[in-house]
């Protein structure tokens, strides 16, 4: 059935909300719900609202992809990811914090960006989507811009090592997982060089 024609399903209403909790990266807030169909059920719901995000493919004009590794507090553990991260408010445009997040982590610049698509990583609980870039990219010579709080270590992978990383077991972030996906359904043939694409 078309997307356009789908059946929508019942959703909830909300009732009242509150703000449960604020920082500077995200803002917490529970809704009191009813069900569209059925006002008797009623639900709460707690949402994370945060900024739009940017994943990045790289991949190196001989065909490697350019990721990193880093340690992630919340699963307690050290991911194979994509580059990528929160848009910012000086961000002009999502190309802009593709550019910028690329530079910052890795130390390579863009040649050519093609956008991939969104999603949204959480639907549950989140408000936001994550947009993935494709690009084509080369080394700029200045190594990667971190913070104090950011400990990253730059990898080049064949696609094929990325694919045996994975049935190995190694722990790979969601969103590296959802921008492979999208370049496996949407990116053409050709998109990639031939030591990529393999």
Request: aromatic share 6%; proline share 6%.
């Amino acid at each position: 059935m078309p997307h356009s024609k789908a059946r929508l399903l019942p959703h909830w209403e909300v009732v009242t909300t509150s703000e449960i909790y604020r920082n500077d990266f995200f803002r917490l807030r529970r809704d009191s719900c009813s069900l569209q169909l059925n006002p008797e059920v009623t639900s709460q719901h707690y949402v994370l609202e945060m900024p739009d995000a940017v994943v990045v493919v790289p991949v190196t004009e001989t065909g490697l992809l350019v990721m990193v590794e880093q340690y992630r507090h919340g699963a307690e553990g050290q991911f194979l990811e994509f580059p990528g991260g929160q848009i910012d408010p000086g961000d002009v445009s999502l190309e802009t914090a593709a550019r910028r997040e690329l530079s910052e982590e890795t130390g390579y610049a863009v040649s050519s960006l093609r956008y991939l698509g969104a999603h949204y990583p959480n639907p549950g609980a989140q408000t936001n989507r994550i947009h993935t870039y494709l690009a084509t990219v080369v080394e700029h010579g200045e190594g990667p811009v971190l913070d104090v709080f950011e400990k990253l270590r730059v990898v080049l992978l064949t696609r094929a090592e990325l694919a045996q990383r994975i049935r190995d077991g190694v722990e790979v972030a969601s969103s590296t997982l959802a921008a492979l996906s999208l370049l496996s359904l949407l990116a053409e043939p050709d998109a990639l060089p031939a030591s990529a694409a393999g």
